[in-house]
């Protein structure tokens, strides 16, 4: 009885082959500068963009950045009013407990 089921089970297999499973389709990789193309899209068709490369943090890869001038001066506001508040407060988190 096992040799029948053995043989049936075996005929059955074998009977079809399995259609090979689809491959999935493989989207282009992002642009290298996808910052500064998203950067540069955003910007008025008047506007002058400067361009640098930025290591990105804890990587030894680097970025391609594009910002205009009044975005550059906007970061190094808000990078000095952040200075300033915790230099004036004497601590960077409130609230928690100082070790």
């Known amino acids: 009885m096992h040799a029948a089921l053995m043989a ?14 689809p491959t999935p389709a493989r989207e282009p990789p992002p642009p290298a500068n996808l910052a500064a193309s998203a950067e540069a899209q955003q910007a008025k068709p008047g506007d002058k963009l400067i361009c640098k490369t930025e290591q990105i943090t804890g990587t030894l890869f680097t970025k391609k950045v594009c910002r205009t001038p ?13 200075t300033s508040d915790i230099q004036t407060r004497g601590d960077m988190f409130p609230g928690l407990p100082k070790f």
Not at 8 to 21: C, D, K, N, R, T
Not at 70 to 82: D, F, H, S, W
């Open 8 to 21: 049936i089970v075996l005929l059955a297999a074998a009977g079809e082959p399995a259609a090979p499973a």
């Open 70 to 82: 009044a975005e550059i001066e906007e970061l190094r506001k808000n990078g000095r009013e952040q």
